[in-house]
Nanobody, 122 residues
Framework: VQLQASGGGLVQAGGSLRLSCAAS????????MGWFRQAPGKEREFVSG????????YYGDSVKGRFTISRDNAKNMVYLQMNSLKPEDTAVYYC????????????????WGQGTQVTVSS
């Protein structure tokens, strides 16, 4: 499975962006799609995830209430709506796919997209 992330950009604090992740083919219903981010000098951090089959969603503490993850099974797409952005949200954002089950450790994911840069100015 190939993943293609897009939608990053430069936005002012308080603004919004919508990231998209396209999967090259249909995934199994047991699969789990995650969004991660990595800022310079920091470890890759779990942002949000969604179970492909049930649509159950998960969020990291730093983004709860501001970010919303969703999926479109027919299009093999996952989205991350990011609202009320803060300068500390600045990072490269990656989408990743795990064959089965919820996980927050990036080492547990099987496929990765190329990343898209999000920069939030103060």
């Amino acid at each position: 499975v190939q993943l293609q992330a897009s939608g990053g950009g430069l936005v002012q604090a308080g603004g919004s962006l919508r990231l998209s992740c396209a999967a090259s083919r249909r995934t199994f219903s047991s699969a789990f799609m995650g969004w991660f981010r990595q800022a310079p000098g920091k470890e890759r951090e779990f942002v949000s995830g969604i179970r492909w089959g049930t649509g159950t969603t998960y969020y990291g503490d730093s983004v709860k209430g501001r970010f919303t993850i969703s999926r479109d099974n027919a299009k093999n797409m996952v989205y991350l709506q990011m609202n009320s952005l803060k300068p500390e949200d600045t990072a490269v954002y990656y989408c990743a796919l795990r064959r089965s089950g919820y996980a927050t450790d990036p080492n547990d994911y099987d496929y990765w997209g190329q990343g898209t840069q999000v920069t939030v100015s103060s």
